[in-house]
């Protein structure tokens, strides 16, 4: 016990100094924190160096979006620097692979945000220092955080897909399932969203006679198609997120042998996507530009450096429905087109 | 498998290096900062910037912080799968309480709740005498998912205020960083005095090095490993607050990877998974290590997947010199 005694003088003597360590400190909240002593623009050279930001580094359309941004970087005679989350959700990830970016003086930045509000404060800090910010496939909220959006217009991208599915049931009475994504995600939210816009039902309408998170996962898709199917085996339309969610679900639905009487719509236009439309699979699938989100941003950071213009506001990359089976009321491309014009 | 044979290139050398580890644990850890901290500053002329250190640290917070309390819980031979899943409902509940009822009440509320569930699991593990591992495996998938439950699939804005205080920032002269990297390292200091300084952090040694040699010299063997759970939870309502500070929104998809990186920064700085031998200190070591590593490899331009394959094998070589260790002890 004698020992402890002796040395519970520490803590005090610790204390004392730390206050008069602090004495001579400032604090400052964040948002006063101006540009934090980052140099602007890049150190030394007059190479433009553009960082990439991908919500994971799996996932094709970040593959693509990456080699995408490699070949526009090369064209424009840039540097890139290419980062990723390592979930999806990973705030931490992408905002300590923005501050690493900023601390390695990127002259812009493009990232596909995990959250549209998460990383908000490392964005305003990159922008502070001089960093021109764009969002690439995901918009922020608000959105004026970054200096520019470059995106599927994915509300635009549900309207097509829902319409699409409507039409092709023609008199049948629907019956719809709905394989989502994340739950609270922005772009899961538009594309659901607006989907039923072009289905033409209200959330929480009868036809809607399941819904499922899949994460956008072909494995989880598949599981939640069965379990939902075991619901309700009078199915006869499927939204799904994205692609692998519409092949997982597509298993699910062969299984029970009812691929004659259920018709899924998707969105994303990969290769894998649009074969499968071909095959049959999906009866019509929204496809996505991720390579336009990339050239037109690293394009905006060019042009930034070499004469201060920002681009602004929310820039539509566009998006085209493909299926064989077209439909009175929505313009589509035949698989021909999209397997010429596919990601992936 | 032998220890031997992974020394073999220069078995008399690589021995006594192996031997000079065992006797001292940070010597390990230390050697390997010190190391990846010259490798990047040849490297990358904006490593040894102080607004980057002052970033690596920053960036080791959340992690930081958890590792303290996983620290505490691996002494005494247990492990905490579900330290990230606290966090995360952690910063949901500190959100939503704020909303209605005000900063205060919300980091009450949240030092509360999070503590609680530390004592489920510690109850869990001495009450039920259930394995660590599957206990909070249990607890880590159904507090997961009640955070998402609580948070009703949404992400909470949290106001510059009171909740998002430790991501202040603090300026010393030419040097600026969080007010959270200021209380990490505070908590590392309270954690090493406990643990090294009183008589219950003996005991968390005691029980985790031998339990029936503890409880034959009078430890009330169950009521020390209880009080480790109930404190990391505790610890990991202060890293939720720390988690705010550095991002103010609370997501209940954040931190999926909390739990293991916390095991990660422990066993990279010297504590042994089996228990009884390390500490805090080595936590700390460890924890940078991993920030290092992170950032200077972004820095130097490397594939990020490179930066889990050098931390795997940093988690291996550590597990290798803590098992040579315990050879020679026994």
Known sequence: MRSIRKTSLRPAALAGSLLFVLAACSITAPSEEASGGGETGAGGDDTVTIGLITKTDSNPFFVTMREEAQTAADEAGAELIALAGAFDGDNEGQVAAIENLVSQGVDGIMITPNSSSGILAAIEQARSAGVLVVALDTATDPEDAVDATFATDNFAAGVAQGTWVRAALGDEEPQLIMLDGTPGGTVDTFRHDGFLEGFGIEEGDPAIVGAEDTNGDQTRAQTAMENLLQRAPDTNAVYTINEPAAAGGYAAIQARGLEDQITIGSVDGSCTGVADVAAGVIGATVMQFPARMVQQGTEAIVQFVEDGTRPSGFVDTGSVLITDQPVDGVDSENTAWGAENCWG | ?330
């Open chain 2, 1 to 330: 498998m032998s220890t031997t044979t992974a020394v073999r290139p220069s078995a008399a050398t690589g021995r006594s290096i192996l031997q000079a580890m065992a006797r001292n644990p940070l010597l390990g850890p230390v050697a390997a900062l010190v190391v990846s901290v010259i490798i990047f500053s040849l490297v990358s002329d904006t490593f040894l910037n102080p607004q980057n250190l002052s970033l690596i640290l920053q960036q080791s917070v959340v992690i930081g912080i958890l590792a303290v309390g996983q620290t505490l819980i691996i002494l005494t031979s247990g492990i905490d799968l579900s330290i990230g899943a606290v966090t995360v409902l952690g910063t949901i509940v500190m959100a939503q309480t704020a909303g209605t009822n005000g900063a205060v009440a919300a980091l009450l509320t949240t030092f509360a709740v999070c503590t609680l569930l530390g004592a489920l699991n510690g109850g869990l593990v001495t009450v039920l005498r259930l394995p660590p591992f599957i206990v909070t495996l249990g607890t880590f998938t159904a507090i997961q998912a009640a955070a998402r439950l609580l948070a009703g699939s949404q992400t909470y804005q949290v106001p510059e205020g009171p909740l998002t205080f430790l991501g202040f920032f603090l300026n010393v002269g030419p040097f600026s960083t969080s007010l959270g990297v200021v209380a990490m390292l505070l908590l590392y200091a309270v954690a090493w005095y406990v643990l090294s300084q009183t008589a219950g952090g003996r005991h968390v040694y005691a029980v985790g090095g031998s339990l029936p040699a503890a409880v034959l010299s009078g430890i009330r063997s169950g009521r020390t490993v209880f009080s480790v759970y109930l404190m990391t939870g505790l610890i990991a309502a202060f890293a939720a607050w720390a988690a705010l500070g550095r991002i103010p929104n609370a997501d209940p998809n954040a931190l999926q990877t909390a739990n293991l990186d916390s095991i990660t920064a422990v066993v990279i700085g010297g504590t042994s998974l089996f228990g009884g031998r390390g500490g805090v200190g080595g936590t700390l070591i460890g924890t940078l290590i991993v920030g290092v590593l992170r950032n200077g490899l972004t820095q130097a331009g490397v594939d990020s997947l490179y930066q889990n394959i050098a931390t795997g094998i940093l988690v291996i070589v550590a597990v290798t010199v803590d098992q040579f260790a315990r050879r020679r002890a026994s």
